[in-house]
């Protein structure tokens, strides 16, 4: 299992076009093959600060989404709206404790 986590900032007057395109989207992105969970999250401090957390089947399964009509069509709408460079991370559970 991948996961993915994906840290966006956002200018703050794009915030609301943000979270309307995302809401437009989600159930789609979720029904990618291969994506498991989708969650979309909001820093507690920084209200223009956003992250996805993802779970793939495997990075191949992330990588055909990545390639997919669907990924450009979302990337390029978010894309100009950013006011930082987002940050993507991938990794892997090592343990999980009850």
Request: charged content about 25%; some cysteine.
């Given at each position: 299992m991948l996961?993915?986590?994906?840290?966006?900032?956002?200018r703050t007057?794009?915030?609301?076009?943000?979270?309307?395109?995302?809401?437009?989207?989600?159930?789609?992105?979720?029904?990618s093959?291969?994506?498991?969970?989708?969650?979309?999250?909001?820093?507690?401090?920084h209200?223009?600060?956003?992250?996805?957390?993802?779970?793939?089947?495997?990075?191949?399964?992330?990588?055909?989404?990545?390639?997919?009509?669907l990924?450009?069509?979302?990337?390029?709408?978010?894309?100009?709206l950013?006011?930082?460079?987002?940050?993507?991370?991938?990794s892997?559970?090592?343990?999980?404790?009850?």
């Open positions: 996961i993915r986590i994906v840290r966006m900032t956002f007057d794009a915030v609301p076009a943000f979270l309307a395109h995302f809401e437009k989207h989600k159930s789609l992105i979720r029904a093959p291969g994506c498991k969970h989708l969650e979309l999250w909001q820093d507690e401090h209200p223009n600060i956003f992250s996805t957390y993802s779970l793939w089947e495997n990075e191949a399964a992330l990588n055909q989404y990545r390639d997919s009509e990924f450009k069509s979302v990337w390029g709408v978010t894309k100009p950013f006011q930082e460079k987002p940050k993507a991370f991938s892997k559970k090592i343990q999980e404790l009850p």
